[in-house]
T-cell receptor, first 113, second 114 residues
Framework: AQSVTQLGSHVSVSEGALVLLRCNYS??????LFWYVQYPNQGLQLLLK??????LVKGINGFEAEFKKSETSFHLTKPSAHMSDAAEYFC???????????FGRGTSLIVHP | DAGVTQSPTHLIKTRGQQVTLRCSPK?????VSWYQQALGQEPQFIFQ???????QRGNFPDRFSGHQFPNYSSELNVNALLLGDSALYLC?????????????FGPGTRLLVL
């Protein structure tokens, strides 16, 4: 069975600082991995996804994530935080043959001026 | 190009009532998935419809049912509402059978059960 663990329910950074949101997964087969962002009172928006190929994935809004199979991780980074990045971030995993992602519990990103 | 739309945006019901939520997928998409997101929690998968049939179902009771129409729009029905059904209900659409396809989410319907 697939599962996702997001370390830290809240992450606080200063504007301009590095953003690092951690995600570890468990999967019995090669996974597909996703990061979604959710702004207050809105639906989810896909930031980036990994399916196959290059392990460093670039997404929207300057975010990127690296798939590390040996560490079963898919951490999300952004070099310089912006106030508009404040939101809830969800990591998700799906396995081949399953059409459905399993979401982590989410990390709330707080950006201080 | 309209994205995923959901109606209504907000809804208040009382325990024991029934509710129907509606979703129109993004243009060109033929697959619709429904999720329940309780306050402060992650989305939980309810079910997915493809070609007017339920393709996969999550761990939700039979009180939750759905339908997909020939135009690919979808409805989520919940019978005998419980207080615990209060949540944001998200609809997501995608194209085809592959789970590599991006799911596009609507803004959700916020249901409050009193």
């Amino acid at each position: 069975a697939q599962s996702v663990t997001q370390l830290g329910s809240h992450v606080s950074v200063s504007e301009g600082a590095l953003v690092l949101l951690r995600c570890n997964y468990s999967s019995s087969v090669p996974p597909y991995l996703f990061w979604y962002v959710q702004y207050p009172n809105q639906g989810l928006q896909l930031l980036l996804k990994y399916t196959t190929g290059a392990t460093l994935v670039k997404g929207i809004n300057g975010f990127e994530a690296e798939f590390k199979k040996s560490e079963t991780s898919f951490h999300l980074t952004k070099p310089s935080a912006h106030m508009s990045d404040a939101a809830e971030y969800f990591c998700a995993v799906s396995e081949g043959g399953s059409y459905i992602p399993t979401f982590g519990r989410g990390t709330s990103l707080i950006v201080h001026p | 190009d309209a994205g995923v739309t959901q109606s209504p945006t907000h809804l208040i019901k009382t325990r024991g009532q029934q509710v129907t939520l509606r979703c129109s997928p993004k243009s060109g998409h033929d697959t619709v998935s429904w999720y329940q997101q309780a306050l402060g929690q992650e989305p939980q998968f309810i079910f997915q419809y493809y070609e007017e049939e339920e393709r996969q179902r999550g761990n939700f009771p039979d009180r939750f049912s759905g339908h997909q129409f020939p135009n690919y729009s979808s409805e989520l029905n919940v019978n005998a509402l419980l207080l615990g059904d209060s949540a944001l209900y998200l609809c997501a659409s995608s194209l085809g059978r592959s789970n590599q396809e991006t799911q596009y989410f609507g803004p959700g319907t916020r249901l409050l059960v009193l």
